[in-house]
Every structure is written in structure tokens, then in C-alpha cells.
RNA sequence: GCCCCCGUCGUCCAGUGGCCCAGGACGCCGCCCUUUCAAGGCGGUAACGCGGGUUCGAAUCCCGUCGGGGGUACCA
């Protein structure tokens, strides 16, 4: 029984994979309704299978809720340190006639069943043999014939299940470690958790909970939370396999954690006053566990990176440079491009890992040439020639020390009168004349701002390159 | 097959009998701003799966149907 007067819920991990963003939004979700009702958010290690388990992942997992800004309560409980708790409920199982010893293999099983054409599942085929334990025997749950089994959970209200369709389900393997049920009830008991919010997967494992819970005569009963699955773009469970969703591989893909966590809390539930972006405490403030939505979410990445772009061009400069420094290649020069190009720069990219592809040119000594670009501005682009050929030398006159962004727009607008780039009114159409110096400059079509990327690129280098592409133009 | 769940714009979230010929956000399209690209501003596109009820009145309640998903392991 529950000896605290608060919430308790708990996040139950299996070391079996990297943390993805569907537990990540499990993480959350008990997480927030543990800080919203000053409950207590506990972590359980569920590594009962000692055949998949890897144990060399639960630190992997616990930097994932780390990095995302979360924490828990008290030390994680490791199922491994508690089987001795789990034998000593199966024999109690046992004892009671509510478990029984089965000697059919799960290959058995499966032959029966195909052979008998019908449903898979086990058949009770050593329901009523009286089997004792012994080397290859499973103890299986006995699930009543009649009557049903139902809860009211917090998102889906009242679910109902008629006994006779569950089947006896192993809760000791053969090997004598026990499966997931038998270690979750005991656990959640054990640990007085109130609520279980989990993925909606568990909601056909609810009922046989339910029944061991009670034959167990644990007269314990959490209240269930079960939270719509992520989905892909086929509207199929996020799957480790099929799907790109490891928590660490969107870090690793330049998202912010405020931003992950923000985008997170949107699927499935959603801020009463429509506003979605901000701050963790905020949501903390108003989020409901009956406010979440019952029917599956898609984890839509093109909202993630709006998002994200949010909370990046939210960031302080300094803040933004230090972050994205982590993507930049090594070196000096790396770091001081960004620096100097920073507030220009963060308005621009949506991830922290489009940063170097955006001012590589600062510090690349011969940046890659996109051929569409150079064809566009250089060869169908009219007077491209006559724009490099003014611009060099205006610039070749302006000294290290008249250097600047704005001495070179105004270079740049004289070359464009030169080049008869004019608008109806004299104006100088600078939007056409940067073309082909940014193509000669930076290699590509589109980047930050040109008089500033100039400017901090240096006379030298801009001389360089201006002398180059207008020798390759012929 | 059986069991369970879900069903409002392409996507996420609002909406719990009349305020909805359905609202916000992302995306998309257009315009403005503009040295490119973004950002920003303005405008637009687009949905209550279908069929029956109940009701003066339904996206909201009921039934059916169709569709989608999840489970059905000696994985969790």
C-alpha cells in the first residue's frame, strides 16, 4: 500500500535500446504530473530479461532524461537486485492454486496453436496436470474463466475486458527469472506507486496486472494514465527499427533540449490557452493529466525544427555561440567566424548543425562552388562581368582600414550603376548585383547577410576570390 | 482470428448541444519588408470518415458501419 499522501509514479526503462522520443514523452508526462501535484517521480530499471539486457544502456538512458532538463527522485530501483522479492510472489501464486506449472515450450505452444488453425496463444494445455516445478517448467498465471476485469483510466475512461479472452500468461520463465507483469506489480506496489501513466501498448496487459495484482492479495490498485503512441508519417508505432527517434541522434542533429522537451509536451496534450511555445515551468503550471488526448500523435520533425528555431533565436548570443560551438569543425577560425557572424547566424538556422554550413566559407581556403548557383548568377545573370570587374576595383581601393560592411555595399551599389543594374529611379539594384560576388565569395547562392560576411572574411581573401571567379567567367 | 483502443484541416492541439457555414499552431500558397536566405508583418488554402437515430437544434449524445492503430511472447 501507498504509505505517502502524495503522488508517486515512476518511469520503467528496459535496457534493451537508447532512450527514444516516444519514452522520452512517457518521461515527461510522469514527470509533469509529478511536479504539477508535488508528487515524486521515480526511475525503475526493468532488466528482468538477462537474455536482451544491456546493461551498459541505462547510463545512455539516464543522460537522455539528464540532457533533456528532467530529473527523478531517489536512486532507480533495478529489477535485477530484486528477484528473490519476485520467486517469493510466484510461489506465493503457486501455493494458492492461482499459478501453475507448465511444461510446453513456447515452440510447442506455437505448433498447437497453428496446427489447431485458430488464434495463437497458449491453448492451457497444462492448466489442470498438476505439474510441480521442475527443469523446463514455466509457471503460469491462471486467468478466471469468467466474469471481467475493468479500470477507469485517466484518458480513456472505463476499459473492460471479459476474463475468459486472457490468456494464462507465463510469470516465471523456465530459467526462473520472471517476466514483466509479475516484476510490475510487485514493484509498483512495493515502491507505492499511485499512478501508472504509460504507453497505451500496456493497456492489454492492464487486466492481467489487475488479476495477479489481486491474487496476490496486494489490495492495491494505482490509477492508469495511458498515453496515445507516437506515430510515423504511416501512422505505425515509432519504432526503433524503422524509425530515426533515438533521443541522442536529435541532440546529435543540433536540437535543443528546451525545444525537444516543448515539442514533446504538445503531442497528446496541448496548452489551454493555445499558446505552445514556453518555458517547462509554464507547462509545469498547466498541465493536466485528464487533459491528455486519447488518439495517436505523429511526431511531426518539420514542427520540431520550427520549434527549435524558436528557442534558438531565443537564445542570448553568447549562449547561442557557445551551444553551437559543439558543431563547429575544430580550430580558431571556426570560432571566430561564428563569433563575429553570431546574431546573424542564429536568425538563420533552425538546428544547431546547419550553423558551419552557413559561413564554412569563413575559414574553408577554397569553399566548394555549387554549379546551379555559378550557372544562375554568373552565366545566365546579365553583367556579371562588369559587376566583378567594378566591384574589384572599388574594393581594391578601399584600404584594410575603410574596410567594412558598409564601405562595401557602397562599392557594391556604385558597381551596380556601372553594370546598369538600375532600377526605374537610378536606384542601384543591389539585390541583382550581390548575386554573382556572393556566388564568387561564398560559393553558393544563398548565406548571411554579403557586406557583412565581407567584412569579416577580409580584404585579402574577398580580393582572392573576386580575381578568381571572374578569370574562371573568361 | 480474438481482445482493446482511436477517428475534427496534410500534421498537432481547441471545441464537451445552440457563441462553429468550426478556432490556434506547423506545413503549404500569395503579398509586404528586404543585399540572397531566413526572420517578421498581412492574407489565403484546408477538417467534423460514412449511415441512421435522439433533439427545436449535434463536431459535441446513442447505435451501426467503415477506416486506422495497439495487443495477442518463457520482450518490456
Not at 491453448?123 to 491462471?142: K, M, N, Q, Y
Not at 506515430?231 to 528546451?258: I, T
Not at 498547466?286 to 488526448?293: G, I, K, P, Y
Request: net charge negative.
Amino acid at each position: 500500500m501507498p504509505t505517502s499522501e502524495v503522488p508517486v509514479v515512476r518511469f520503467a526503462p528496459s535496457p534493451t535500446g537508447w532512450l527514444h522520443v516516444g519514452g522520452a514523452r512517457t518521461v515527461l508526462f510522469n514527470w509533469l504530473f509529478a511536479r504539477r501535484t508535488g508528487g515524486r517521480f521515480l526511475l525503475r530499471v526493468e532488466d528482468t530479461d538477462t537474455e536482451r539486457n544491456r546493461p551498459e544502456l541505462v547510463d545512455a538512458i539516464y543522460d537522455s532524461i539528464r540532457w533533456l532538463g528532467l530529473d527523478w527522485d531517489g536512486e532507480p530501483v533495478h529489477q535485477s537486485d530484486r528477484f528473490d522479492a519476485y520467486r517469493e510472489a510466484a510461489r506465493q501464486l503457486a501455493d494458492a492454486g492461482h499459478a501453475y506449472w507448465c511444461a510446453c515450450s513456447a515452440e510447442q505452444v506455437q505448433a498447437r496453436a497453428k496446427e489447431r488453425g485458430g488464434p495463437p496463444g497458449y491453448d492451457g494445455f497444462c492448466r489442470d496436470r498438476g505439474l510441480g516445478p521442475g527443469e523446463g517448467r514455466a509457471l503460469r498465471f491462471r486467468t478466471p474463466d469468467e466474469g471481467t476485469t475493468s479500470f477507469d483510466d485517466v484518458v480513456r475512461g472505463r476499459v473492460e475486458f471479459e476474463n475468459r479472452t486472457l490468456e494464462d500468461l507465463v510469470v516465471l520463465r523456465s530459467n526462473g527469472t520472471p517476466t514483466f507483469i509479475l516484476a510490475n506489480v510487485v514493484d509498483d506496489a512495493w515502491m507505492g506507486i499511485t499512478h501508472v501513466i504509460r504507453g497505451e501498448e500496456h493497456v492489454n496487459g492492464t487486466p492481467k496486472y489487475l488479476l495477479i495484482g489481486d491474487a496476490l492479495g496486494l489490495g492495491y490498485r494505482p490509477v492508469f494514465a495511458h498515453l496515445p503512441v507516437l506515430v510515423d508519417e504511416q501512422r505505425r508505432k515509432l519504432s526503433k527499427r524503422r524509425d530515426d527517434v533515438a533521443v541522442s541522434d536529435y541532440r546529435a542533429a543540433g536540437y535543443l533540449p528546451e525545444a525537444m522537451v516543448n515539442y514533446l509536451a504538445l503531442l497528446g496534450w496541448g496548452p489551454p490557452d493555445g499558446v505552445e511555445i514556453r518555458p517547462l515551468a509554464e507547462i509545469v503550471e498547466l498541465f493536466r493529466l485528464e487533459d491528455v488526448t486519447p488518439s495517436p500523435a505523429f511526431f511531426d520533425v518539420r514542427k520540431l525544427q520550427h520549434v527549435n528555431g524558436e528557442y534558438i533565436r531565443g537564445l542570448a548570443v553568447d549562449d547561442f555561440v557557445a551551444r553551437a560551438a559543439t558543431f563547429l569543425p575544430p580550430g580558431e577560425r571556426p570560432r571566430q567566424a561564428l563569433q563575429a557572424m553570431a546574431p546573424l547566424v542564429q536568425e538563420r538556422v533552425r538546428t544547431l548543425a546547419e550553423v558551419p554550413e552557413l559561413i564554412d566559407f569563413l575559414w574553408l581556403d577554397e569553399p566548394a562552388l555549387d554549379a546551379a548557383a555559378w550557372d544562375k548568377a554568373m552565366v545566365r545573370g546579365k553583367g556579371a562581368r562588369e559587376v566583378l570587374d567594378a566591384t574589384l576595383a572599388g574594393l581594391e581601393r578601399l584600404g584594410d582600414d575603410g574596410w567594412s560592411a558598409g564601405t562595401v555595399r557602397a562599392v557594391l551599389e556604385a558597381a551596380a550603376v556601372d553594370a546598369g543594374l538600375v532600377g526605374a529611379e537610378g536606384k542601384p539594384q543591389l539585390a541583382k548585383a550581390q548575386a554573382p560576388v556572393r556566388v564568387a565569395v561564398t560559393g553558393r547562392a544563398v548565406g548571411p547577410p554579403l557586406f557583412e560576411a565581407i567584412e569579416v572574411l577580409g580584404r585579402d581573401a574577398t580580393l582572392g576570390r573576386l580575381r578568381a571567379a571572374r578569370a574562371r567567367l573568361g
